[in-house]
């Protein structure tokens, strides 16, 4: 039987009931130790085929911070992104989520009236959302499906030792529309397949970070079968 949560460690029902993404951040760095805890546990915890361990995950602070959302939002504001399609199937899933983002309940910026500020919205996509934290998450590229499963692994591991931190994070398919900036402002070798960005803070105060995203009933996704 597992132990209990002290009266100061959230259990892990709550750490993972509670995580949502982070989308807008306060300033205030966080502790490189800090980062290394969770990255050393999530490590722990992730299977991988193998145990080829084959996650790799550049985050950048400081001066390399800003020079790369310098290019990003630059690269935003003058060509055109490569498109991410979902099949048709999945994108009610995207237009709901829209809905809240962009709705009521987030930043409140739906209507043709409020098209530059729906507009100004998305661009925070390439500042990260303000995190002090920017990163982004790559395996190599000779790799198959289940080594890209060990990298969720380990991912998820660590956001949810971020947000048991109190650290709010945001993984980004947005930034990997411009995979050639980030190769080049990241300092990725050749043989690296881009998966994803990730924004790690303090979260802020704004409504934005009020939004928890649907999820569908488990029978849609699950199935038991008994004979």
């Excluded at 750490?15 to 807008?24: C, D, Q, V």
């Excluded at 145990?51 to 950048?60: G, P």
């Excluded at 630059?74 to 989520?97: E, G, K, V, Y």
């Amino acid at each position: 039987m597992a132990a209990p949560a002290s009266a100061d460690k959230p259990s892990i029902d709550s750490i993972i009931r509670n995580r949502h993404s982070t989308r807008s951040f306060r300033p205030d760095p966080v502790p490189r130790t800090l980062l290394q805890e969770c990255l050393l546990l999530a490590q722990r915890g992730a299977a991988s085929n193998s145990n080829i361990q084959n996650w790799r995950l550049t985050l950048a602070t400081g001066p390399a911070r800003e020079r790369i959302v310098k290019a990003l939002v630059h690269a935003s504001q003058t060509s055109i992104p490569l498109a991410h399609p979902l099949p048709a199937q999945f994108r009610h899933h995207r237009d709901n989520l829209v809905q809240q983002l962009y709705g009521a309940q987030g930043y409140d910026v739906m209507g043709e009236e409020k098209r530059d500020a729906r507009q100004e919205a998305r661009m925070k996509n390439y500042s990260f959302f303000g995190a002090p934290v920017v990163g982004v998450i790559s395996m190599d590229e000779e790799l198959k499906e289940v080594d890209a499963l060990a990298v969720g692994l380990f991912i998820q591991n660590f956001i949810l030792l971020l947000s048991a931190r109190s650290l709010g994070s945001c993984l980004q398919v947005s930034v990997t529309s411009y995979p050639e900036v980030l190769r080049r402002e990241f300092n990725l070798p050749d043989g690296r397949k881009i998966l994803c960005g990730i924004a790690i803070g303090w979260p802020g105060e704004e409504r934005i970070n009020s939004v928890v995203s649907e999820r569908e009933a488990i029978e849609r996704q699950v199935e038991f079968l008994e004979e």
